[in-house]
């Protein structure tokens, strides 16, 4: 084997298709969103918020926060999603059993299926949520 095949300067760049460089950046700091959210009035007069950070036609990315004890009632999304928590710990309670998702920590859930989500301690997460 060549040196210049184990040098990542001297390869050449791999093509990527039209249809995902055309697609716009998006930045979003996480931090400053949490921030924001926790100065909601409804973040200090109940036990969660929602902020929607991106919302395109394939799908939308909404940060969440709950107090200690918060939780999301029993429902169910028509398309798949994931909830990654960022900091605290939440358990999703599906119909045959109880995901503990402290942070750092996914899980990604398929579509239709009856969920809620419950803050063991203060949390925040991300839910991204991939439209039918």
Wanted: hydrophobic content about 40%; proline content about 7%; overall charge neutral.
């Amino acid at each position: 084997m060549s040196a210049a095949k184990n040098d990542p300067v001297s390869r050449p760049a791999r093509q990527r298709p039209a249809e995902r460089v055309a697609v716009r950046q998006e930045f979003i700091d996480i931090a400053a969103e949490t921030a924001k959210l926790k100065e909601d009035p409804a973040w200090n007069s109940g036990k969660h918020s929602a902020r929607t950070l991106l919302n395109e036609p394939e799908f939308g990315i909404v940060l969440l926060a709950l107090k200690k004890g918060g939780s999301l009632n029993e429902h169910r999304y028509e398309g798949r999603f994931t909830l990654q928590t960022l900091s605290g710990d939440v358990r999703v309670h599906l119909p045959d059993h109880v995901v503990e998702l402290p942070a750092g920590r996914l899980v990604v859930v398929g579509p239709g299926v009856v969920h809620d989500v419950e803050a063991a301690q203060e949390s925040t997460c991300l839910l991204t949520l991939v439209k039918p």
